[in-house]
T-cell receptor
């Protein structure tokens, strides 16, 4: 069966410090991968999605970046965190064999980032 | 472009009462629609999905939703609420891959409270 792991679960960082959140998927190959952010009371905002290694689309201009160095690894990074980067970050994957419409997403447990 | 609107950011019901969470969608193509549930500090879990088959979709934990094209709605219902249903619920719509955007668009969420 497929599993998705996301870490760290909780992170407290000062403004201006770097960030690295990691996500790995097991039990499937060539998944579509996603990073969403959930700010308090604002639902889920898609940050990045990737349909393959080094194929990453950015949804919202910001000081965050994403990389996919391996097929089942997705990393969210920042060189200098802002207060507004605080939130709950969710990694997700979907089966790339879905038809013409985007398919069901499977989510990790999330990483709560607090920037002070 | 696809979008979903969830009416009511907070819904409170008594234990044993009907649960009704509202979702209206906008889509340029026949959509796939999803309902997810999120418990505190956890990722999202799929409740049910509509993929153009039966318009009445049954999901886990006794939830169901009905796709109504004429009303562009996909409301979530459960006949009798349990305390364990207290959580945040998200409606989501898929986008056609032909646009290059292979991701779900989520509503802003509805927090369900169940009173004893």
């Amino acid at each position: 069966s497929q599993t998705i792991h996301q870490w760290p679960a909780t992170l407290v960082q000062p403004v201006g410090s770097p960030l690295s959140l990691e996500c790995t998927v097991e039990g499937t190959s060539n998944p579509n991968l996603y990073w969403y952010r959930q700010a308090a009371g604002r639902g889920l905002q898609l940050l990045f999605y990737s349909i393959g290694i080094d194929q990453i689309s950015s949804e919202v201009p910001q000081n965050l970046s994403a990389s996919r160095p391996q097929d089942r690894q997705f990393i969210l990074s920042s060189k200098k965190l802002l207060l507004s980067d605080s939130g709950f970050y969710l990694c997700a994957w979907s089966d790339n064999r879905s038809n013409l419409l985007a398919g069901e997403l499977f989510f990790g447990e999330g990483s709560r980032l607090t920037v002070l | 472009a696809q979008s979903v609107t969830q009416l009511g950011s907070h819904v409170s019901v008594s234990e044993g009462a009907l649960v009704l969470l509202r979702c209206n969608y906008s889509s340029s193509v026949p959509p796939y629609l999803f309902w997810y549930v999120q418990y505190p500090n956890q990722g999202l879990q799929l409740l049910l999905k509509y993929t153009s088959a039966a318009t009445l979709v049954k999901g886990i934990n006794g939830f169901e939703a009905e796709f109504k094209k004429s009303e562009t709605s996909f409301h979530l219902t459960k006949p009798s609420a349990h305390m364990s249903d207290a959580a945040e619920y998200f409606c989501a719509v898929s986008g056609p891959w032909t646009t290059g955007r292979r991701a779900l668009t989520f509503g802003s969420g509805t927090r369900l409270q169940v009173q004893p």
